[in-house]
C-alpha cells in the first residue's frame, strides 16, 4: 500500500509541474473587449461614462452587494473623478479613476483592486458613430502576474468579466435609449 501512496504523490507531483510550466507560457497581459450598437448620439452616453455617479447606475460591478460602501472625490467627471468601493467577498475592493478624457469619443480609467485578488488595470471606453447609433467599446487590460496565469487555466476570466461588460453595455443601452 505505501508504494502505491508513494505513486500517487510522484504522479501529482508531475501534474503541478506540467500546470505550472503550462501557466509560465501563458501571456504577461491580458485584455477584454465587448461592444454593443446604442441608439443614441455619443453625446448622450458620454455623460454617463465620464461621471462616475452616473456610471454607477448601469456598471453591473456594485450589483452583487446591496450594502457596498461608495466614497467619490476629485471633481464630479472627467479626468481626477474617482471612486473607491469596499463591499463584501463577490464585490472586493477598490478605487477607480479617470485619467483620460476625449469628449465625445474616449473615457480611460485607472483601476486599482485590493480584494479578493491585487490588480492595476487600465478600462477604456469609446464612442464611435455608427449610422444613427454609436457603437460604445468597453475594454479592460492590464498585466497578468502568474497567479493570475494558474486562475485561467481554470477559469475563462474573459468569458466571466466578459459577461459583465455585456450586462454593463445592455444598462447603458436601456437608459441612453430611454
Request: hydrophobic residues 45%; charged residues 20%; proline residues 7%.
Amino acid at each position: 500500500m505505501p508504494d502505491i501512496l508513494l505513486y500517487a504523490l510522484i504522479v501529482l507531483a508531475v501534474i503541478v509541474v506540467i500546470l505550472f510550466a503550462y501557466a509560465f507560457t501563458r501571456p504577461d497581459t491580458f485584455h477584454i473587449r465587448r461592444s454593443a450598437d446604442i441608439a443614441a448620439p455619443a453625446g448622450r452616453i458620454f455623460p454617463l461614462i465620464a461621471n462616475l455617479k452616473s456610471m454607477n447606475t448601469w456598471s453591473p460591478f456594485a450589483d452583487p452587494d446591496p450594502n457596498i460602501k461608495i466614497s467619490y472625490s476629485g471633481p464630479e467627471s472627467g479626468v481626477g473623478a474617482a471612486h473607491a468601493w469596499v463591499g463584501n467577498a463577490k464585490v472586493g475592493e477598490g478605487r477607480i479613476e479617470i485619467t483620460e478624457v476625449h469628449a465625445p469619443d474616449k473615457v480611460a480609467m485607472r483601476l486599482q483592486i485590493v480584494k479578493p485578488m491585487r490588480a492595476d488595470n487600465r478600462v477604456e471606453f469609446t464612442l464611435q458613430p455608427n449610422g444613427n447609433a454609436t457603437n460604445v467599446t468597453w475594454q479592460m487590460s492590464g498585466k497578468q502576474p502568474f497567479l493570475g496565469k494558474i486562475v485561467t487555466l481554470f477559469i475563462d476570466c474573459d468569458k466571466m468579466v466578459g459577461r459583465e461588460f455585456d450586462k454593463g453595455l445592455a444598462n447603458l443601452k436601456a437608459i441612453a435609449e430611454g
